[in-house]
Nanobody, 119 residues
Framework: QVQLVESGGGLVQAGGSLRLSCAAS????????MGWFRQAPGKEREFVAH????????DYADSVRGRFTISKDNAKNTVYLQMNSLKPEDTAVYYC????????????WGQGTQVTVSS
């Protein structure tokens, strides 16, 4: 079993920055990739960013590309999301998730961390 724990959320003014962390623990951790998702009130959960665990290739939603950066520390089993130039529409609960294989969905999810951007 894998446990994912997010941290780093909070309240920030528009234009500010936050860095989210997601630490994995449990079984030997070697996922195919890790992703960040978010869900705003009344909206469906949406993809934010993804990183391949071996190699580091990344992908971003158009809404965050150029403002957010996903990175990882394999030794610490941790993935990060650096969020710059935050906008009120970035307000959401942010979740990290682990994907074990290319053709599989995200199997493990964290509990989420709240990010609130004030205007």
């Amino acid at each position: 079993q894998v446990q994912l724990v997010e941290s780093g959320g909070g309240l920030v003014q528009a234009g500010g920055s936050l860095r989210l962390s997601c630490a994995a623990s449990g079984r030997t951790f070697s996922p195919y990739g890790m992703g960040w998702f978010r869900q705003a009130p009344g909206k469906e959960r949406e993809f934010v960013a993804h990183i391949i665990w071996s190699g580091g290739s990344t992908d971003y939603a158009d809404s965050v590309r150029g403002r957010f950066t996903i990175s990882k520390d394999n030794a610490k089993n941790t993935v990060y999301l650096q969020m710059n130039s935050l906008k009120p529409e970035d307000t959401a609960v942010y979740y990290c998730a682990a994907r074990l294989a290319l053709m599989s969905g995200y199997k493990y999810w964290g509990q989420g961390t709240q990010v609130t951007v004030s205007s």
